[in-house]
């Protein structure tokens, strides 16, 4: 989801539609007066507002990114290949023994299984590594006191943000995330925080941002309320007949297991389905593409940022960190999609030939997609911009 970084707790995509926004530069100042009230009458004193506010000014970065429309959609095998990649499982593995404790200790107090709440971990943050750098209450007021319809929403956020600085837990420096607010090493929205982050290590504070283990039980606290099963699998990869309809797919459209098996639908390698309780069936890429029945679990994880390519690459995760294969059917595409590591090839590759495409980190930008599109064209391909394998294996060869 984007890189993936800043998709955060209780944001969702439906929350970026409608922020266009005119910037309100000239305002700002009488704007954030107008806000410290509604702060004050919160719990926020005037010498915290004004020690959190000082030296803050419209950020025009925040409004360009809350206006970005991305040009390319990423295709589901894409965003998959790139966030559940055995890099990403190795990191993960190594991330769980080194916090076993904490991550035991979450699982027993709110019977979320350790291996979710780590692949949380790990698409949020890359388990704590990329906690995002934009400042939140610059963020937020800039977005606060901007022409947007969503302005009230980020008020909220600011204040909530202001809230936790009142409190003491998180030191304001250590409050950066992503441009709309998401922060810590789950992106926890700061009203999220407010009613879900919880005291892990038992220092008095909830700190998502610098201890692990208030991190993991607050993602597992999150998954709590949102009424994981404690026991029950997200669910798992099926093979569907081909006379299936695809309008009987989708999350909502659960039914008794047996009724999928009645219809011809079986695990993905023969065997019959399994399991109690009602399942829908989901199938990102089509017919033609791999397919999943999902329990009441992944609405779990799916409400932590509502899309289902978000909640399969959470899912897939967890499975592969306690052992099991990821997805198995193939992709309906002739060009395979690139992990982190071929990426990084990739970008290297761009950069010998004389594109700026920033440091090779594996993440594709604007400059990347460009670059990848003019090379196609030399190479007497299809510009698309993809970061693809046919236009790797074509670098490769010279």
């Not at 220092?203 to 026991?231: C, E, I, P, Y």
């Not at 899309?307 to 595409?333: C, F, H, M, N």
Request: glycine share 12%; hydrophobic share 40%; with cysteine.
């Amino acid at each position: 989801m984007r890189n993936h970084l800043g998709s955060g707790v209780a944001l969702g995509f439906g929350l970026l539609a409608g922020l266009a926004a005119v910037p309100a530069r000239a305002d700002f100042d009488s704007c954030l007066a107008g806000i410290q009230g509604q702060a004050a009458a919160a719990g926020v004193s005037a010498q915290t507002f004004q020690a959190a506010t000082r030296g803050i000014s419209f950020d025009d970065k925040v409004i360009e990114l809350s206006q970005a429309q991305p040009e390319f959609k990423t295709p589901i095998w894409d965003y998959m290949a790139a966030l559940v990649d055995d890099e990403r499982v190795e990191d993960g593995r190594a991330a769980m023994r080194q916090n076993a404790s904490a991550l035991a200790q979450a699982e027993s107090r709110y019977g979320v299984d350790r291996y979710t709440i780590a692949a949380v971990w790990g698409v949020e943050s890359n388990f704590g590594k990329n906690l995002g750098k934009m400042p939140l209450v610059q963020s937020l007021a800039t977005l606060a006191c901007s022409n947007n319809r969503r302005r009230d929403f980020f008020r909220s956020e600011l204040i909530a943000t202001l809230r936790i600085i009142e409190r003491g837990d998180i030191a304001p420096e250590r409050l950066t995330g992503s441009w709309a607010g998401a922060f810590g090493q789950t992106q926890f929205m700061p009203t999220t925080y407010h009613r879900l982050a919880v005291d892990g290590d038992g220092d008095g504070r909830r700190d998502v941002v610098d201890s692990v283990a208030d991190a993991v039980g607050s993602t597992a606290n999150f998954l709590h309320v949102a009424k994981w099963q404690n026991g029950q699998v997200w669910g798992y990869e099926v093979k569907l007949p081909r006379s299936f309809s695809v309008g009987a797919a989708g999350r909502k459209n659960k039914k008794p297991i047996a009724h999928w098996a009645s219809l011809g639908v079986t695990r993905v390698d023969g065997r019959p389905l399994s399991g109690e309780g009602a399942a829908g069936i989901i199938a990102p890429a089509g017919i033609d593409g791999p397919a999943f029945l999902v329990t009441k679990n992944f609405d779990a994880i799916y409400s932590y940022n509502a899309a289902e390519s978000y909640g399969l690459a959470i899912a897939v995760l967890s499975d592969r960190l306690r052992g099991k294969t990821g997805v198995q059917a193939a992709w309906p595409t002739d060009d395979p999609p690139l992990s982190r590591a071929e990426r990084r090839d990739l970008q290297t590759r761009l950069a010998a030939r004389g594109y700026d495409v920033g440091e090779p980190d594996g993440k594709v930008g604007q400059k990347t997609r460009d670059a990848i599109k003019d090379v196609e064209r030399k190479l007497g391909m299809t510009p698309t911009g993809r970061p693809g394998g046919k236009v790797l294996e074509a670098l490769r060869g010279g």
